[in-house]
């Protein structure tokens, strides 16, 4: 075998080393840490503990469909906002200014549009349905 296969292995073999190590390593860490008791207070055993305080309601709330719209159009735009500041950084340096800002309107003018249709679509109202009516059968 070459000396310089014989390295080239050794970084392979290292690289996935640290990769395993990256994705086994929290797993060993959390269950070397993770309490082996559970809270024993005023009779409330195997209850989760998060913050300390006692829990209020119960935890499988329904959210409205608006609400992911709402968070899609955020995202879209954050998205956005990412190509828009690298753009913005290097813009004296470019070679066709206007021919740039003219392109950089056009996707601005884009974005305006999912506004105004997110909009007329009623994303942006938080209108609450009534709650469904409770019925007793039994």
Known sequence: ???KLANDLIYVFGYAAVGLGFAFGPLLLVYLLAPRTLRQIAGKSAQPVE???????DAWVRYSAVYYLYALVFVAFAVDVLYLIPVALVYNRLNFPIRDLVELVIFVGILSLVIVYAWKKGVFEWTRKPA???????
Do not use: F, Q, R, T
Request: with cysteine.
């Open 1 to 3: 075998m070459d000396v």
């Open 51 to 57: 913050c300390g305080m006692e829990p209020i309601g």
């Open 132 to 138: 469904a009516p409770k019925s007793n059968l039994g």
